[in-house]
Structures are given as C-alpha cells and as structure tokens.
C-alpha cells in the first residue's frame, strides 16, 4: 500500500468526460489512459472512495476504481472474447439445470426460475430449455443468437458489470434481468441461492457458508451500483 500523497479528490467535467482529480490533477489507469467516466455520479463514486482512503491507500477498499480501469484499460480489447464467454453461460445457465430430487426443491426452482426464463423468452426474444439432472444440453441457436445481439448493444461499462454479474450468478439470464431492470438485486440473490438454502436447511448453515453468501451479495451489489452509476 501506498502512503496517500494528495490532500482532496473531486470530479472535474473535463473534454470527455468526468475526470476523478487529486488536488486537482487527473488520475490514470494502470495502462496509462486518462480516467474518465461516462457520467458525473460515478467519478463522484470514486472521488469518495479515494477520499475515504486513510494516511495508506488501500486498493481493496475500493469497488468502483477497479471496475472502471477494467471498463477503460481491458474491455476494449477483448471486447468480442468477452462476449463470447458471456454467452458461454447460456449453454449452462443455472436457471436451466433443475434437480431431479427432491420434490420440494424441485418446485422451488421451478417457481423461482420460470418467470425469469418466460421473461426472457419474451423480452429479448430467447427460450431457453431447462432440464433435470447435470447432462448438457444443446440450448436453440436462434436463442444464442438473440442473447448474444443484446449483448452487442451493451456499452464497455455495462459489459464490465455483466461480467462480473454473470460470473457470480453463474446465470447470463439473471445478468441481464438485473441490467435490463426485471429484477431486483435481492430478488436476484433469493434466485441464484435456491439450491444452497434448501441444503441449509437439511444440514445447517456453516460459518463459511454464511460468510460467501455475504461477500457474494457484496459483489452484485457492487457490480449492479457500477451499472447504474454508469448508465448514462
């Protein structure tokens, strides 16, 4: 950690942009770019959390920094990759892959995860087929297709948060249900933790359990706050 060596960071409405200034001179990426954001509220965002920063600046206390490095300095260049492996997720999206017992679960899922998949097979014009039990299955292409144009139309900011929201669901349908507004992130949480509460449940919920649950609901938030701090 580095000692902190400026005194107050702003935003600045520079040729652009917002730029994130400390005492009044912009930050960079990591490669070397001027950081500048889309919208005014996140370089405010990151503003506070450089001045929230103590007499060392500590990198892991800061959510919206690092996100837009990876939106300025690494989307762009794997712009195409990325996308690609966002649909990957579809081929084994979690909404699609149902237990085969018991019963009780399976009418969870069902209850929890069919409207998201009618949400999608509606609004963006992709059904998706569940099935029961882990065997791949080989999702429409016409499907993939749709999915994949919805993808194509997302600015670099708002393909940083899918990635980093599909990856923790593991569900591209919930990742764009959260950016296209159909849920919520708590109903999101609730959604991609129906298999772990029900185990819970059946055996009690461990310490280390409880902890992943809190850091993954840390980790959408903040990739869903990103989204809407950079949504211009």
């Known amino acids: 950690m580095k000692k902190r060596f400026y005194d107050t960071a702003a935003c600045a409405k520079v040729d652009g942009g917002y730029a994130v200034q400390l005492d009044g001179r912009g930050i ?7 950081l500048l954001m889309p919208t005014q509220a996140l370089a405010e965002a990151i503003a506070d959390e450089w001045n929230a920063q103590g007499e060392e600046i500590d990198p892991k206390t800061m959510e919206m920094m690092p996100m837009a ?3 300025i300095d690494r989307v762009p260049e794997v712009r195409d990759g990325l996308i690609e492996g966002l649909l990957k997720y579809a081929e084994t999206d979690l909404l699609c892959y149902r237990a085969e017992r018991p019963k009780d679960l399976i009418q969870r899922q069902k209850e929890a995860w069919d409207p998201v998949l009618d949400w999608a097979a509606k609004d963006l014009g992709a059904r998706l087929k569940p099935t029961h039990g882990i065997v791949a299955i080989d999702q429409d292409p016409e499907a993939l297709s ?21 990856g923790i669901s593991g569900s591209l349908v919930v990742g764009l249900a959260l950016i296209k507004g159909h849920l919520t992130v708590e109903q999101a949480l609730h959604i991609c933790e129906i298999d772990e509460a029900h185990q819970n449940e059946q055996w009690g919920e461990d310490f280390e359990a409880i902890e ?11 990739a869903h706050r990103f989204f809407k701090l950079a949504s211009v």
């Open 28 to 34: 960079k990426t990591p490669q070397g770019t001027p």
């Open 69 to 71: 490095g990876t939106a």
């Open 146 to 166: 749709a999915l994949k144009k919805v993808l194509e139309g997302f600015d670099n900011w708002t393909l940083t948060a899918m990635g980093e929201l599909v």
């Open 212 to 222: 992943r649950r809190k850091n993954i609901a840390k980790d959408v938030t903040s």
